[in-house]
């Protein structure tokens, strides 16, 4: 696994900051000063992340300034700071009225809308956890996490509701439907529960190469974290406009689609639905968007639609950010000939809580690199014994603990946990980098089965599981594979029964049966029926690897 990193930089390649002033412009002497102790968040003995989110800036004065831009088709919505507060406080007496208190979890299962924020805020203000749920998710997946945590209450709309049995999910006491809520704003219920910014604020499903998926507890000490990261990372100024394109349900949807910009009290772009390029450029030139936080699929889509941005002004937008896959040096390039604009890559991961390898405005970017440790963040690259390689070298990707972000737990799986803390003193990442001798980390592939598609963690067992419960379907495995735009997509080999036969009609079935359970995005794009599947010797276990290393070498004779 260990090898020397191949490919040198040449300066020619290093992108130089944009022109203009930003508020962390000397790195390197932030870098020895900064302490997380020195933020003003992380002393306060009792706290509450809505509460520092929403209502303290209509308390310090800011009530009439807009929080939100919702663009749903050709509506167009706006809310001030004030006018969310009123409905946080609106759905706040609603949580309480059915008896959710401290530490209940409460799940949010709705589109893009900003009731779907308010009720993340409502639920954190009222010392309950909110576990948002992707809107593309479908029954299987809802249920699996709703009784990992034996959510209380859900909070849904009359469309996806309908993905969900009641009967699967008995911890479930209330169903509140967005429709019998959000247009009956009454006197609502200005309640905060302060509490120790150990406890639970936030809970994140992901997957990983085993088992189900994982609840990432946060904690409300991530508040310092998202606040920070939102001034010197988004570079967040009061007349920014800003959007995140995340839903929610997923970690960079809240941390830096809800919590970091409006902590720093930013105009926030809501957007109903999924990518299309038009709709995307036109709501830069609509609301002057300043700053766009994205993910490579969504540039490597946008760069194959080649000059189309041209149609569009974008002179607002001033700084751009990706995260969640490898952002290509060719796409970097393409945007910089192109737009003028350096898009900054950012690493970091559900677990995390918040960015860890970023690109600071006012720094160099290495296209193909991750970025530089955030201040008060050092990454170590550890052999299999846990020891730091030399500079240049690939290894895992870990991270000396701790961090205001970093999880609090994983729900009701202490020994996945401990996982992460193998090497005492670090945070073990499953990324596998190196870093070079400025500092700049190369991302370099997992280390394990995760699949990563257009940014979007999946885990093959989740996907093989919900496989094999198609009468059809023997045996499964499931790998991701290599794809120029959406990094990788899901593939799936599988045995059939004896009494049935390949068919296309069978395989459409067999991807309509997960997509209808998981996700659309978690059925295989692919699926190759083979007469058997390489195992262990010991434990029958199905290698994945062999099967991707098969995929690899069949695309490496192909080109
Ligand atoms: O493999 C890394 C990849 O996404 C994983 C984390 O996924 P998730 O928890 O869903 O969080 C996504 C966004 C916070 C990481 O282990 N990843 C994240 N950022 C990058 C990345 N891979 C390459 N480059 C990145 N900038």
Request: glycine letters at 8%.
């Amino acid at each position: 696994m260990i090898e020397k990193a191949k490919g040198e930089f040449t300066v020619s390649n290093i992108l130089q900051p944009n022109e203009g002033v930003y508020q962390l412009d000397d790195y390197q002497s932030r870098y020895h000063t900064f302490r997380w102790e020195d933020n003003e968040w992380f002393n306060k003995k009792k706290i509450n992340a809505a509460y520092e989110t929403i209502d303290r800036h209509v308390e310090e004065g800011h009530g009439e300034k807009t929080a939100l831009h919702y663009i749903n088709q050709q509506q167009h919505q706006t809310l001030t700071f004030k006018e969310v507060q009123d409905h946080v406080d609106h759905y706040v007496q609603i949580l309480r009225a059915n008896h959710v208190k401290k530490g209940d979890r409460v799940f949010i299962f709705l589109p893009k809308n900003p009731d779907c924020y308010v009720a993340i805020l409502a639920t954190i203000r009222i010392g309950a956890i909110a576990g948002p749920l992707f809107e593309g998710f479908m029954g299987d997946a809802v249920h699996d996490r709703i009784n990992d945590c034996q959510g209380k209450l859900l909070i849904t709309d009359k469309e996806l509701g309908q993905r969900i049995d009641r009967q699967q999910v008995p911890s479930i006491e209330t169903v509140l439907y967005q429709e019998d809520i959000s247009d009956q704003v009454t006197q609502g219920d200005r309640y905060v529960e302060w509490l120790d910014a150990d406890d639970g604020m936030l809970i994140h499903y992901t997957s990983g190469s085993t088992g189900k998926p994982k609840g990432v507890l946060h904690a409300h000490r991530a508040v310092s974290h998202h606040a920070l990261t939102g001034k010197w990372v988004l570079d967040i100024h009061d007349h920014d406009i800003y959007w995140c394109t995340s839903h929610p349900g997923w970690v960079t949807g809240s941390v830096y689609g809800l919590f970091a910009p409006w902590l720093n009290r930013a105009t926030i772009v809501i957007q109903a639905g999924r990518f299309k390029a038009e709709d995307w450029y036109q709501i830069i030139e609509q609301l002057g968007v300043t700053i766009w936080y994205s993910a490579p699929t969504a540039f490597r889509l946008l760069m194959s639609k080649g000059d189309l941005y041209a149609n569009y002004n974008l002179a607002s937008l001033r700084h751009v950010l990706s995260v969640g896959e490898p952002l290509n040096p060719e796409v970097i390039h393409w945007a910089f000939r192109e737009w003028h604009l350096r898009i900054h890559d950012t690493w970091w991961m559900t677990e995390t809580g918040g960015h860890l390898i970023v690109n600071l405005p006012s720094q160099p970017i290495k296209p193909g690199s991750m970025g530089r440790p955030f201040p008060g963040i050092e990454v170590g690259i550890l052999d299999e014994a846990g020891q730091v390689l030399p500079r240049g070298t690939v290894g895992q990707l870990a991270v000396k603990t701790s961090w205001p972000g970093l999880m609090k737990t994983i729900w009701n799986n202490e020994s996945k946990y401990q996982e992460y803390f193998r090497y005492p003193g670090w945070y073990v990442s499953g990324d596998l980098a190196y870093q070079d001798d400025d500092g700049y980390v190369f991302f370099q592939g997992r280390n394990d089965d995760m699949i990563n598609s257009s940014g979007e963690r999946i885990g093959p067992f989740e996907v093989e599981s919900s496989l094999i419960e198609h009468p059809a379907v023997a045996e499964a495995g499931v790998i991701g594979k290599p794809d120029p735009i959406r990094g990788e997509i899901v593939k799936a080999f599988i045995t059939l029964r004896s009494d049935y036969v390949v068919s296309n009609t069978l395989i459409e079935e067999i991807r309509q049966h997960v997509r209808k359970r998981l996700a659309a995005h978690a059925a295989p794009k692919e699926i190759e029926v083979v007469d058997q599947l390489p195992k262990t010797k010991i434990s029958g276990k199905i290698l994945r690897r062999e099967l991707k290393q098969r995929e690899h070498d069949r695309i490496s004779m192909s080109s």
